[in-house]
């Protein structure tokens, strides 16, 4: 069992920057994987990100590459996505998510691969 809780969400203007966190409890001694989705009004949940538990493997969504960096610091046993040049299409709810996975390929990308989910955190790129 894992518990998630994200934190860094807010009100930011196009082009700036914001960092979430993920931080992690529970059965954190076991590997996983660890994604970060979101969700804008009338839309699916979409993958942004996602990471192994080591952190040398990870994927991103063609609309954040070059703009967002994930990372992980399994000895806080927290994720970080810190996101750059922010647009207005990246306002949403996000999420972070883990399950448990042994391996640096083929990592989870869809949301039902996905065990544990953290509550959100809103993020709003307005003028």
């Known amino acids: 069992q894992l518990q998630l809780v994200e934190s860094g969400g807010g009100l930011v203007q196009p082009g700036g920057s914001l960092r979430l966190s993920c931080a992690a409890s529970g059965s954190t001694e076991d590997q996983y994987v660890i994604g970060w989705f979101r969700q804008a009004p009338g839309k699916d949940r979409e993958g942004v990100s996602c990471i192994s538990d080591s952190g040398r493997a990870t994927n991103y969504a063609d609309s954040v590459k070059g703009r967002f960096a994930i990372s992980r610091d399994n000895a806080k046993n927290i994720v970080y996505l810190q996101m750059d040049d922010l647009r207005p299409e990246d306002t949403a709810v996000y999420y972070c998510?883990?399950?448990?996975?042994?391996?640096?390929?083929?990592?989870?990308?869809?949301?039902?691969?996905?065990?544990?989910w953290g509550q959100g955190t809103q993020v709003t790129v307005s003028s």
């Open positions: 998510a883990a399950t448990f996975w042994l391996y640096e390929y083929q990592l989870p990308w869809r949301t039902y691969e996905y065990d544990y």
